[in-house]
């Protein structure tokens, strides 16, 4: 912004101030600390041509040729100077002009206060006047005794009892009140002590200064002047400055003329007075704080609030409110580095992170935003509005923990899922690596069924994997809570295909041991239905053997009968053929007797050989039902290991 604006225009209706919100947004831009340099005096004295001097301009301020003021209220040039503090520091130098004091349009109470705001604004005050320092141009400086009226240090000075007057505070001016330049213009005099020593401008200022003789009530009230002069502004110097061109008639159109035209003495009069104002720069401070733009603009407010209000612009009052604006805004700034800085850092390092690389992100951005905030921060207001800005943070992070366990909760289970898929469940699946999503059934073969070493170097391998992919503060919490359940699963599929197994090969026995009853059965029905037949032969045999011994005893009772009837005739031999006849059949019949009897001899070996057999399938089903037994007692083992 390069020109003069407002920063305190006056209604025209009340002569009431008015601050301009241009101005004001234009000294928030100013981060550095400002010097605040204002030039007062009595109307048409050349105030703003001086001030287009001092900023190296020949225009900029309003500068005119009649004798109406050309300056209403403040005005603020809109470019700063940048100069350098006795420390070194760089330093922002405003150039303020105000209204010119005494015009026809104002009156004794608008000078003062425009008088007493211009003090209360500037670090460095300057004091145009024309010709020499008189009593004329002392008595221009009455409004001096005025201030005590028109401007408190604080509402109650601490360890000083009211008293109704203000003597308290006027003591104490002198350590808030800005540097004092009297600037002499026009000055044609020569700069001589009484006893004809050269002096300095300032020494001719001081000598000025010196209270005259006599107790009278004017001079009495001079030497009053002179006293809160030097009381107010120890740190004075004068400056003297001849007049820029020698012309009359062109001295009014002094703003058109190029500064190179000027008289070459006045130009090294304004360059000495810009060595003395920007070479050790005077900043702005309250309270031994160094002002910055924005602080000053609140300044600005505050004073013009307390005046438009009727009452007396406090210092204490309006830094308090300025240091408590300006720490709020050191909060707000410290924040937004705060969270800045996390923000740049999650995009390096996105979330989820671990908890402690998340508190070394914080520790970080809270140490810098509070120094940030320490920086800028100024006044009693500090103290609290740090724990506020500290609570604010604790806040943030807060929130930030939040959502890193979220994000982390999120990533971890995700991971896990994707490695137990890969890793683990295709291996529980069948053969062709499709996922069961339902892990209640029971897929059609299993891996790790016959293979639990294989498992347990599955589970290692996804565990380390896990170890190097998982982030943030839900690792081991996730892995905690899906090992719950996914070992669960994994055994209860295991067991299922280890029960289901054994169950098929118990069946099988089962099955076996079944056919082998029924197989028992069947021989036992066999064995009793031959040795039903065999009771039968025997008792047939028994039969047999007593007819055979019958017939026996017939033949011997036969044969005796041959014997006795040998001499017989052929009717005996007939009945003998007869006999003999009968007794073929007899052999006959105990030919087929002996063979019945081998018969039963066979069967009576084909007994014993199913008995042997049946033997043989009792100890058999005895072996297979012991083998039950165990297979049953190893399964039970198996499922308590499991």
């Known amino acids: 912004m390069d020109c003069a604006i407002p920063l305190i225009s006056i209604d025209e209706t009340d002569n009431s101030f008015v601050v301009n919100e241009e101005a004001i947004a234009f000294l928030a831009t100013i981060e550095t600390k400002v010097c605040i340099t204002a030039a007062a005096g009595l109307y048409r004295t050349g105030k703003s041509s001086l001030l287009n001097w001092l900023a190296n301009r020949s225009k900029g301020f309003t500068v005119g040729p009649t004798i109406n003021r050309c300056t209403r209220g403040i005005w603020i040039w809109g470019e700063p100077i940048v100069c350098k503090m006795a420390s070194g520091e760089e330093c922002a130098c405003i150039i303020l002009d105000t209204e010119g004091l005494g015009g026809v349009e104002s009156n004794l109470k608008y000078d003062t ?64 009140f800005p540097s004092f330049i009297w600037v002499i213009r026009d000055f044609t005099l020569e700069l ?21 003789p006599g107790y009278d009530k004017q001079t009495m009230e001079r030497n009053r002047i002179r006293h809160m002069l030097t009381s107010f502004f120890p740190d004075r110097e004068c400056v003297t400055l001849i007049r820029p061109i020698s012309d009359e008639e062109a001295l009014q159109q002094v703003d058109n003329i190029a500064y190179e035209d000027l008289r070459e003495e006045f130009r090294d009069g304004m360059s000495g007075l810009r060595d003395l104002i920007f070479q050790n720069a005077r900043p702005k401070t309250i309270d031994g704080k160094m002002l910055s733009g924005g602080m000053f603009g609140g300044l600005v407010r505050s004073y013009v609030k307390a005046i438009n209000e009727g009452g007396v612009p406090t210092i204490s009052s309006a830094w308090e409110g300025v240091s408590q604006q300006e720490c709020v805004e050191a909060k707000e700034k410290s924040l937004e580095s705060y969270k800045y800085i996390l923000t740049n850092a999650m995009s390096d390092q996105p979330l989820p992170i671990e908890r402690e690389d998340l508190f070394t992100l914080h520790t970080k951005a ?116 899906v090992l719950k359940v996914k070992m669960i699963d994994c055994s209860n599929i295991i067991i299922n295909f280890v029960t289901n197994d054994y169950e098929a090969q118990v069946s099988a026995l089962h099955q076996e041991v079944q056919d082998s009853a029924t197989q028992l059965s069947t021989v036992d029905a066999e064995f009793h239905v031959l040795q039903d037949n065999t009771l039968k032969t025997d008792a047939r045999n028994k039969e047999l053997e007593a007819s ?15 014997t006795n009837l040998s001499s017989q005739n052929s009717e005996v031999l007939m009945q003998y053929d007869e006999e003999k006849e009968v007794r073929t059949r007899l052999e006959a019949k105990m030919e087929k007797s002996h063979l019945r009897q081998e018969e039963l001899e066979k069967f009576e070996t084909s007994c014993f050989e199913l008995t042997r057999e049946r033997n043989a399938l009792t100890i058999a089903v005895k072996d297979l039902e012991d083998e039950v037994a165990a297979l049953k007692k190893k399964k039970k083992s198996k499922c308590v290991i499991s």
């Open 113 to 176: 206060r425009l008088f007493s705001l211009v003090i209360l604004l500037c670090s460095t005050l300057i004091y145009n006047s024309l010709g020499s320092i008189d009593e004329n141009a002392i008595s221009n400086l009455s409004l001096v005794t005025q201030l005590s009226e028109n401007i408190k240090l604080s509402n109650k000075t601490p360890g000083i009892e009211s008293n109704g007057d203000d003597s308290d505070d006027t003591l104490n001016f002198h350590k808030v």
């Open 192 to 212: 001589e002590d009484e006893d004809g020593y050269e002096i300095t401008p300032t020494q001719y200022l001081n000598s000025s200064l010196e209270p005259n």
């Open 366 to 481: 809270s140490a810098e935003a509070l120094l940030l905030f320490h920086q800028r921060a100024v006044g009693p207001s500090a103290k609290l509005i740090v724990h506020e800005l500290e609570n604010e943070i604790e806040t943030i992070l807060h929130n930030y923990e939040q959502e890193n366990n979220k994000s982390s909760d999120v990533f971890c289970d995700h991971l896990l899922t994707e490695l137990y898929n890969a890793m683990i469940r295709v291996k529980l699946m069948p053969d062709t690596g499709e996922v069961d999503t339902d892990a209640s059934t029971t897929p059609l073969t299993c891996v790790y069924a016959s293979d639990m070493q294989l498992f347990r170097q599955d589970w290692d391998a996804l565990l380390q994997l896990y170890s190097e992919k998982a982030r943030g503060p839900s690792k081991w919490k996730a892995l905690s809570a």
């Open 548 to 562: 055979v011994i019958d017939l026996e005893v017939k033949c011997k009772v036969q044969e005796t009968n041959l």
